[in-house]
Antibody, heavy 120, light 107 residues
Framework: EVQLVQSGAELKKPGESLRISCKGS????????ISWVRQMPGKGLEWMGK????????NYSPSFQGHVTISTDKSVSTAFLYWSSLKASDTAIYYC?????????????WGQGTLVTVSS | DIQMTQSPSSLSAFVGDRVTITCRAS??????LNWYQQKPGKAPKHLIY???ILQSGVPSRFSGGGSGTDFTLTISSLQPEDFATYYC?????????FGGGTKLQIK
């Protein structure tokens, strides 16, 4: 069974750093890119970027380029999303998704989401 | 970025109704269009890819259509479990983008 399991909720202060994780299982991790998606409170889905676990090649949405870093550790089948200095506006639920291909690309399996709250 | 615009942003309907949600791309994306369903407090669920192909396990009352810039998601006979928010997503570009979402509510 394909699963993406994300790390737990985080409460952080502005200016702090944070790394959240997404562990894949039930499939060959390096065969699929991993995407990250943001959902701010009461708002829609925003696609942030994706990473190829084989070579760590990344593509970022311009809206998120330079604000977050996506990485992977293929030895433990895990992708990460990292902030060096959080802002209150980073408060959101973050989802990872398996980026699949079937003629077009789409996210076919999703993690359960990680709630990040940034507040002083 | 390719911008995706959904309409309506919200919709009320009865169980058994036929509903259609539209999605428009800011440029031609061929059929590189996906649809997702999201229920409150849950992760999105993938419904349709390549504009019209149902993901395995998705009920046949869901259908998708369109190409180029204009796309539709139709639910032929609404069931109670279909009340949710629906998002389109383009994958024509390396940088994917979602539409703003359509909240489908029970009338």
């Amino acid at each position: 069974e394909v699963q993406l399991v994300q790390s737990g909720a985080e409460l952080k202060k502005p200016g702090e750093s944070l790394r959240i994780s997404c562990k894949g299982s039930g499939y060959i991790f390096t065969n699929y890119w991993i995407s990250w998606v943001r959902q701010m409170p009461g708002k829609g889905l925003e696609w942030m970027g994706k990473i190829n676990p084989t070579d760590s090649h990344t593509n970022y949405s311009p809206s998120f380029q330079g604000h977050v870093t996506i990485s992977t550790d293929k030895s433990v089948s895990t992708a990460f999303l990292y902030w060096s200095s959080l802002k209150a506006s980073d408060t959101a639920i973050y989802y990872c998704g398996r980026h699949a291909y079937g003629g077009t690309f789409f996210e076919d399996y999703w993690g359960q989401g990680t709630l990040v709250t940034v507040s002083s | 970025d390719i911008q995706m615009t959904q309409s309506p942003s919200s919709l009320s309907a009865f169980v058994g109704d036929r509903v259609t949600i539209t999605c428009r791309a800011s440029q031609s994306i061929s059929t590189y269009l996906n649809w997702y369903q999201q229920k409150p407090g849950k992760a999105p669920k993938h419904l349709i890819y390549a504009a019209s192909i149902l993901q395995s396990g998705v009920p046949s009352r869901f259908s998708g259509g369109g190409s180029g810039t204009d796309f539709t998601l139709t639910i032929s006979s609404l069931q109670p479990e279909d009340f949710a928010t629906y998002y389109c997503q383009q994958s024509y570009s390396t940088i994917l983008t979602f539409g703003g979402g359509t909240k489908l509510q029970i009338k």
